[in-house]
């Protein structure tokens, strides 16, 4: 095992040691395996990366206050740790990715946006300041790659909301979009044609007045775009529905479009392909409510759903296929009752790498995490 700091000492050793005991002894129940994760590693994301699977999060070690960031890699069939390192705080070595938007917060709520870039050598160089919003609870930073670009959205920006393309090979940016009316908590996905945005059931239109744009179901920044466009439009004045989950693949787009009142079927899958808003498809998700997916046309798409939003400590793992949007529960996994990872943000606890799909329960206050490995098929 590699450490970036020797003075973690051996106290780090012992709680690392201890990790990787406990996942070497990693149970195994029909379809999927899982091994435990201590709570003094409280590692919150999983990401799929060229050199394997990535956990990353912060260590609680007594005693150390100077460690605040840990990556380990996790072998992909036996979920042991092959090492950890404690990396900056902001590497891409985190994501998975050779870009990352790195955040510095201020008093004054305005949150500066700059641009982490893993150059060839591996060494992390940070660049200028590239956005500025205005942080609050309802505000955030939204993030996703597509096409070999990193896309940005504030929704409160000094000039209103905005869409930003970074180039994932350089850390460059390539566009910089007005984003009108600019929504916030929404739904992102991208594909190879650009960003694409959508309202959660918590979602609200900033500014004042009535925005004549308020009726878009999804909204699309093009790659090169000087504005944003209704991709797909309700027939009312307002959408009154929402969207569960956007995912985006070559030229092709899929999202869950929910519309109010609830009328049967509820909720439709609905695939898009190119710059055409005419669906190819529209199959009911049979109230299988997941509000993320990961995946590929190759691959398909898998989520962790609960049948009708119930709240359960057993989740369902769905595939949905992208051909037909027909959704299909391969498995359930013994959840624990305090997993938040059914919401919106909880595709940062999933990964796909190879024929499994990895899930990340974090661990909690003196709650030990799990990790588990769900087999698809063809997987060894």
């Known amino acids: 095992m590699r450490f970036v700091r020797s003075r973690i000492g051996a106290q780090l050793l012992i709680a690392v040691t ?12 029909g379809s999927h395996t899982s091994a435990p994760i201590p709570p003094n590693l409280a590692f919150t994301a999983l990401a799929s990366s060229p050199s394997g699977l990535v956990l990353s999060g912060t260590t609680t070690l007594d005693g150390d206050q100077g460690v605040l960031c840990l990556m380990a890699r996790a072998n992909a069939r036996t979920l042991a740790l092959s090492g950890i390192v404690e990396p900056f705080c902001d590497s891409p070595l985190l994501s998975g990715h050779s870009v990352v938007a790195v955040q510095q917060s201020s008093r004054s709520m305005m949150t500066s946006v700059r641009i982490a870039h893993l150059s060839p050598t591996g060494r992390v160089e940070v660049g200028p300041v590239v956005l500025r919003y205005e942080e609050a609870s309802d505000t955030h930073l939204e993030s ?7 896309w940005l959205y504030a ?6 909301g905005r869409a930003l393309r970074i180039s994932e090979t350089t850390g460059a940016v390539l566009q910089d979009t007005p984003v009108s009316p600019a929504m916030d908590r929404p739904v992102i996905g991208a594909n190879a044609t650009g ?55 070559g030229n092709s787009l899929w999202a869950d479009i929910c519309h109010r009142p609830v009328a049967a079927p509820g909720c439709m899958i609905t695939r898009f392909n190119g710059s055409s808003p005419k669906p190819v498809f529209r199959k009911p998700d049979r109230n299988l409510t997941a509000f993320w997916v990961v995946g590929s046309v190759a691959q398909g798409f898998y989520s962790v759903a609960l049948t009708g939003g119930r709240t359960s400590s057993s989740g369902h793992v769905i595939r949905i296929d992208p051909a037909t949007g027909a959704v299909k529960v391969i498995t359930s996994l013994p959840l624990p009752e305090y997993w938040q990872g059914y919401w919106y943000d909880g595709s940062s606890e999933a990964a796909l790498h190879g024929r499994s799909l990895y899930l990340l329960s974090p661990p909690g206050n003196q709650t030990a995490g799990v990790l588990y490995r769900v087999r698809l098929p063809g997987a060894a």
């Open 195 to 249: 960003l694409f945005l959508a309202p959660n059931p918590e979602t609200g239109f900033l500014g004042s007045g009535r925005s004549p744009k308020e009726n878009g179901i999804i909204y699309h920044v093009g790659i090169g775009a000087s504005s944003v466009q209704i991709f797909e439009a309700s027939a009312g004045k307002r959408f009154l529905g929402y969207v569960s989950w956007i995912a985006g693949d």
């Open 144 to 150: 996703v790659y597509a096409a070999g670009s990193l």
């Open 155 to 160: 929704p409160s920006t000094p000039r209103g």
């Open 18 to 29: 201890f990790l990787c005991s406990l996942v070497a002894a990693a149970s195994a129940s």
